[in-house]
């Protein structure tokens, strides 16, 4: 049984950092791409950014691009979503997922698709306050 679970997330200043970290169990962690979703209140969950199986290719939101960096341990089995300068717009539940199909590499428009993820974790809150 897969299992992903998030953590790292909490309440922080406007231009302040956070690091959500997404632990995995159950597969063969390092053979598929990885992908960091968030939603915000009274909105659809939408894609932040993502990591390739090998974590030499990441994806990231125009939204977030600069200020998030995605990053992956595979000894560990965490993928990292490291957040900086952060805006109250980015507050939201933030979740890790991981895709569906072992050891391909995928376009953005496959990465931003939560159709593309079979498996996600609980979500963590991040709040940014002004």
């Known amino acids: 049984q897969v299992q992903l679970v998030e953590s790292g997330g909490g309440l922080v200043q406007a231009g302040g950092s956070l690091r959500l970290s997404c632990a995995a169990s159950g597969r063969t962690f390092s053979d598929y791409a990885m992908g960091w979703f968030r939603q915000a209140p009274g909105n659809e969950r939408e894609f932040v950014g993502g990591i390739g199986w090998n974590g030499g290719t990441t994806y990231y939101a125009d939204s977030v691009k600069g200020r998030f960096t995605i990053s992956r341990d595979n000894a560990k089995n965490t993928v990292y979503l490291q957040m900086n300068s952060l805006k109250p717009e980015d507050t939201a539940v933030y979740y890790c997922?991981?895709?569906?199909?072992?050891?391909?590499?995928?376009?953005?428009?496959?990465?931003?698709?939560?159709?593309?993820?079979?498996?996600w974790g609980q979500g963590t809150q991040v709040t940014v306050s002004s």
């Open positions: 997922a991981v895709v569906q199909s072992v050891r391909t590499m995928y376009s953005y428009g496959s990465m931003r698709n939560e159709d593309t993820y079979n498996f």
